[in-house]
């Protein structure tokens, strides 16, 4: 079985696949039948801050690279992608200043 850090690095590309940004929120959504939450949210931040994440610049562009087919419910429901962007920033920003206070502390 792939470890936690393993199957970040694959979601990563999958979304980069998919012209998405790479987010604990999208993570949280792929994986929340593979890991725990708190087993998500530790690798995550692993994740973030290994030096090796991976080159996301050398895939090809979305448009070029043949997707899984899903029932994609995004592109059907263009206010809850909108509620789902900003809960991500706004998560983002809980785990920036979480590990200032951690670099602080």
Not at 65 to 79: I, K, N, V, Y
């Amino acid at each position: 079985m792939p470890s936690a850090i393993d199957l970040l690095n694959q979601v990563a590309i999958r979304l980069h696949q998919e012209g998405k940004t790479p987010s604990l929120a999208l993570f949280k959504a792929r994986l929340s039948n593979q890991l725990t939450a708190p087993a998500l949210f530790s690798a995550y931040q692993q994740w973030r801050k290994q030096p090796s994440l991976p080159d996301l610049t050398q895939l090809p562009p979305a448009g070029q690279l043949l997707a899984e087919p899903r029932a994609d419910t995004e592109a059907s429901q263009p206010s809850q992608l909108l509620q789902l962007q900003r809960i991500e920033a706004k998560l983002d920003k809980i785990l920036a200043l979480l590990e200032q206070q951690h670099v602080s502390g």
